[in-house]
């Protein structure tokens, strides 16, 4: 479930005035995605996800500049810019040894941003499906 904390840091994000604002809120978005799907992972027995893991996906935001592009996609009503943004850094992820991992983090990261850029509810089921996914890849529920 998404927490209130989420909502009021989207809210702060597509009201920010400044860059490093913007940059800063979105790290802390990234931050709560993370730890969400490192919840998931500890409840189903799965590795989660340490800094020096999740650190080349962190890297390769910042330097999309993710946070900026995403805001201007809030802002302006683009729709798109997050799935150019993921195909680009998906792209750049298949050199990592934990890609696959990798991927699911940043798919799942950008499901929910692009939901909230869209202003669209998100389905509970859509929702937990994803985050499972995230957190397991291809293993099966138990």
């Known amino acids: 479930m998404i927490s209130p904390c989420f909502l009021v840091c989207w809210v702060q994000y597509s ?3 400044s860059r490093e604002e913007r940059k ?3 790290s802390v978005l990234f931050d709560y ?3 969400q799907i490192n919840e998931t992972c500890f409840a ?3 590795n989660e996800y340490s ?3 999740i650190q080349p996906l962190a890297a390769l935001l910042a330097q999309t500049n993710a946070p900026e592009a995403f805001y201007i996609s809030v802002k302006l009503g ?3 810019i997050g799935e150019i943004l993921r195909r680009s850094i998906s792209s750049a992820l298949s050199r990592y040894p934990n890609s696959e991992r990798l991927n699911m983090v940043l798919l799942y990261s950008f499901f929910l941003i692009c939901c909230f850029n869209s202003l669209r509810v998100i389905p509970f ?3 937990s499906e994803c985050l499972y996914s995230a957190s397991v890849g291809g293993h099966n529920k138990s």
Do not use: C, K, T
Request: net charge negative.
């Open 51 to 53: 800094d020096d893991e």
């Open 44 to 46: 189903s027995g799965v």
């Open 33 to 35: 995605i993370l730890h």
């Open 15 to 17: 009201l920010a005035s």
């Open 78 to 80: 683009v729709e798109g």
């Open 24 to 26: 800063n809120l979105y």
């Open 125 to 127: 089921h859509d929702f």
